[in-house]
């Protein structure tokens, strides 16, 4: 039953929330708290029923493909194989279990998000501090927190200092989130609610305490989990088409299997169980029992090679739906970007200062006019630059070949910048040692340090928001001297680095005025000196820039969805080629949306910012009303409802949460949108491969089928036995198909557009190679049967003949549909697969066995063969690669003569 509506917590202050709980700044009594347990139950996620282990596994055989290998199983068992039968369900189990086992992984995202949720929490009870299981807090609980810590319950904050939460995981907001207890506005975004400590989030830095207001299933947390657990899985577009290709080939088999038995009994006058075991051969012949292992198969060598450019597939399908994606909706902060601040542009009062280089990693340097500066050059951008180096309580560190960072983003910024600017952090502070600060926080938005030089001198370097600091400055320093200050210049700059996209710092300075080394608020009340602003950005991964090209090249276009601000996302979306620079939708848009809107506007914006999980669980089920086949990168709690949601989810394995990693279908192990590109890449080669493996099975199957219908048509005996056709499905499937799966990627598959959702296996050129195909596997093999009886020799010897022409005409076919356009008749059409050279091999020793050794002639009643013989079937075999081949370049010139004139 719903009850009313919860207060607005963010609105209200923190006394009216404690009044509204019925709690106070000491927290509940232990009695109180142990009724209110009782009533709301414990702060734990709700699981959601799932099916048992026997009712999934059941679930595996609900498949038309698989009722049709049962149906061949059963057919085999007719006949008496109990080889053949043995394969085939053995082939369904491996299936059923693969599909099992997949599944159960894939339902662990809900395990997942639960385990989020802190074990312990440090709590007030009847006054007194308790650390006590997590899972025992209650609305009315005061929650303490400090640096380190993970929040165990949505917390309206009390009292802090200088506390801030790293929130990625849950706003997607890329740097830790400044708090306060002052209330905002009713409206304010999930991201913009500083008075709010969300469960699942982590503490950065300081302390504060918190009073729960809510627990368990109505937290955010608990709200994400439940969006998570009512989004459906979709079926693949390949699964949709193998399913719907099944259907539509078991009714065709039966019926032409029922009218042929039928033509030969009432036309041809031969008798029923003649006429049977002839039905029971075509469709023997027409099912292809292992196209769905060689489907398996080919997926599976698609895994090895995608793990390879550091892509891990979770559910096997998802591969060859990556090869029809048409767009990708990806995060913008360590996907797009690197996930490092960097300090890229300098202004002091009489000089513009661009910084080359990215991240942490200090290669880089400052450049006037495009000139490199030199330490000592100018003393203003000097004195900026020691400010930073100084004012900072971060450490960057080298290890191991690596630059990282311990502390707040944007100092670490400064720590790069002056290792760029040839003024070592170390050594500036073994010169300028500090002897006090005042550390930031949120209410005042600065930090000060106190340093002296070795002659004594004492100086106060702050940092800060620059509205702050220019409130509190009188002077500016230029050339070196300070001079009056020209705040309208300052706020004029301010605002043009922030349009630009840029996170803008603002440092400042003076001599401290008592010969003391303490530090107070007074002291740094008035009387600043501006020394300049730094412009910071976490920039695009360089690699990520090549990657939207290639990309959009392919025909896929690019979405971006960030948690951070429109004017930061717009920014980097413009250097990266997404969108067009100008439209960006904010979550607040959204908000104000319905469905019909949100189609139509998805389809003009590429850049979305400020979003919610719902907002980007909308946006994806938007892009897909329109058919489109998306795929949504992610690393936070919140991506996860969207990630399951998307026909390919993807998720970030450096930096991406359990939940994430859980409900999506691929992993990127180095968090780079590159990966993604190649791992597309990979997957429409996988597709490229499994419609060359059916182009090549469905043909041959059928080829085999036609020439028991053509036998019976004609009068004449079966050229090639039901057995014999079994043997023929068994070794050509597990050789010459299985080395189509090993097929390199085709030239320019990546500058093409992705195939649409709703394409069909059975287009134009699979129907023709069908005919064709299928009918050079009658007419050849039928001819050899034929010239060999028209010799008075016997029907074993004829039927050899036959099986064999059939198989040599398969390996030929095998080399013509290694390129389903460009000509096979080169260096790399005959010789570019090595595993497709194995397999012939293979093939040939298996077919000399069954020709000449003496088993295998009495279980599949073959014949020696003389050399004339096996010329006559080499010949058939060349034959009918060349007029394949031919075909092809009638079909490139048509083209060429069909495209227009440039």
């Known amino acids: 039953m719903n009850g009313p509506p919860p207060p607005l917590w963010h609105h209200l202050d923190s006394q009216d929330a404690l009044s509204r709980l019925s709690s106070s700044a000491l927290g509940l009594s232990s009695t109180e708290a142990a009724q209110r347990l009782a009533r709301q139950g414990p702060n734990v996620l709700p699981e959601a029923p799932r099916p048992g282990p026997w009712r999934r596994l059941w679930a595996q055989f609900h498949n038309v493909l698989i009722y049709v290998l049962l149906a061949s199983a059963v057919v085999t068992l007719a006949i008496g194989d109990w080889v053949d039968t043995a394969v085939i369900v053995g082939v369904v189990l491996i299936n059923a279990m693969i599909g099992f086992l997949q599944e159960g992984k894939a339902e662990a995202a809900l395990s997942a998000i639960r385990n989020m949720l802190a074990p312990q929490a440090t709590v007030l009870r009847d006054g007194e501090r308790l650390t006590m299981a997590a899972s025992q807090l209650v609305p009315g609980d005061v929650v303490l927190l400090q640096s380190g810590d993970k929040v165990p319950a949505d917390l309206r904050l009390l009292e802090l200092r200088n506390l801030r939460l790293d929130e990625s995981a849950l706003s997607g907001e890329s740097l830790p989130v400044d708090k306060h207890s002052v209330p905002v506005a009713t409206d304010a975004a999930l991201s913009d609610r500083r008075n709010m400590a969300y469960a699942g989030t982590v503490v950065a830095y300081g302390q504060g305490s918190g009073v729960v207001v809510a627990t368990g299933r109505d937290t955010e947390l608990g709200r994400i989990n439940s969006l998570l657990a009512t989004v459906r899985s979709d079926s693949t577009p390949l699964a949709r088409l193998l399913q719907q290709f099944a259907r539509w080939l078991t009714v065709i088999i039966l019926l032409v299997a029922a009218a042929t038995m039928l033509l030969g009994v009432y036309w041809r006058g031969q008798p029923w169980p003649d006429m049977f075991m002839a039905a029971v051969g075509l469709v023997v012949a027409a099912i292809p029992e292992g196209l769905p292992a060689i489907v398996t198969i080919t997926l599976a060598i698609g895994v090895e090679r995608m793990a390879r450019q550091r892509a891990i597939m979770r559910r096997l399908p998802a591969i060859e739906t990556l090869g029809a994606v048409n767009v990708i909706c990806t995060d913008k902060t360590g996907t797009l970007t690197r996930n490092e601040m960097t300090a890229v542009r300098l202004l002091t009062a009489r000089h513009e200062i661009s910084v080359s280089g990215a991240g942490y990693r200090p290669d880089g340097a400052l450049h006037l006019a495009g000139e490199p500066l030199q330490p000592g050059q100018l003393a203003d951008v000097d004195e900026l630059v020691r400010a930073g180096a100084l004012c900072h309580d971060a450490r960057l560190l080298h290890q191991g070949g690596h630059w990282r960072l311990c502390g707040d983003p944007t100092e670490g910024a400064l720590l790069t910048l002056a290792h760029k600017a040839d003024w070592p952090p170390e050594v500036l502070l073994e010169g300028w040692p500090r002897r006090d600060a005042i550390p930031f926080e949120a209410e005042y938005r600065f930090m000060a340090t106190l340093h002296h030089d070795r002659s004594g001198h004492r100086h106060i370097y702050l940092k800060g928001a620059p509205e702050v600091l220019l409130a509190r400055a009188s002077h500016q320093l230029a050339e070196g001297r300070p001079q009056a200050l020209d705040s309208e210049w300052w706020h004029q700059a301010v605002a043009a680095l922030a349009a630009q996209g840029m996170r803008v710092l603002a440092l400042a300075g003076k001599p401290h005025p008592h010969a003391c080394d303490d530090l107070d608020f007074a002291d740094v009340a008035d009387g600043l000196v501006m020394l300049g602003l730094v412009g910071l950005i976490d920039p695009p991964r360089p690699e990520a820039i090549e990657a939207v090209a290639s990309c959009q090249k392919a025909g896929i276009r690019v979405k971006m969805i960030t948690g951070d601000h429109a004017i930061t996302a717009a920014a980097i979306a413009h250097e990266l080629g997404i969108g067009d620079g100008r439209r960006v939708l904010s979550g607040e848009d959204l908000e104000a949306m319905d469905d019909t809107r949100l189609a139509e506007a998805v389809h003009h914006t590429d850049v979305f910012a400020r979003t919610s999980p719902e907002h980007k669980l909308r946006l994806v089920q938007a892009l897909k009303h329109h058919g489109l086949v998306v795929a949504m990168t992610g690393d936070g709690v919140n991506d996860a409802p969207a990630l399951k949601q998307a026909d390919v989810g993807v998720a970030m394995g450096g930096k991406g949460t359990e939940a994430a990693k859980e409900a999506a279908d691929m992993v990127i192990t180095d968090d780079n949108f590159a990966s993604l590109t190649r791992a597309v890449e990979e997957g429409r080669t996988v597709y490229d491969n499994l419609k060359k493996t059916v182009l090549f099975i469905l043909p041959t199957n059928i080829g085999e089928a036609a020439i028991i219908v053509a036998a019976v048509v004609a009068g004449l005996p079966l050229p090639i036995t039901p057995v014999q056709i079994l043997w023929i499905n068994m070794v050509t499937a597990v050789t010459l198909a299985l080395a189509l799966a090993f097929e390199p990627a085709e030239g320019r598959v990546m500058q093409r557009p992705p195939r649409t959702a709703d394409a069909r296996l059975l287009d134009r050129l699979f129907l023709w190679r069908l005919l064709l195909v299928g ?122 003569l069909a495209q227009p004139a440039a």
């Open 775 to 896: 009918a050079l596997m009658v007419v050849f093999p039928f001819g050899l049967y034929l010239d060999v009886i028209e010799h008075g020799q016997n029907e074993a010897l004829a039927r050899t003949v036959a099986v064999n022409g059939m198989v040599a005409i398969e390996i030929a076919y095998l080399f013509n549909i290694r390129h389903l356009d460009a000509s096979a008749i080169s260096r790399q059409g005959l010789f570019g697969n090595r595993v497709a050279l194995v397999s012939v091999a293979i093939l040939a020793v298996l077919q000399l066995a069954l020709t000449y050794t003496a088993p295998m002639q009495a279980l599949f009643g073959t014949a020696g063969l003389s050399g004339n013989e096996w010329l006559k079937i080499l010949a058939s075999a060349l034959l009918c690669f060349l007029l394949l081949e031919g075909e092809k370049a009638l079909r490139r010139r048509h083209r060429r």
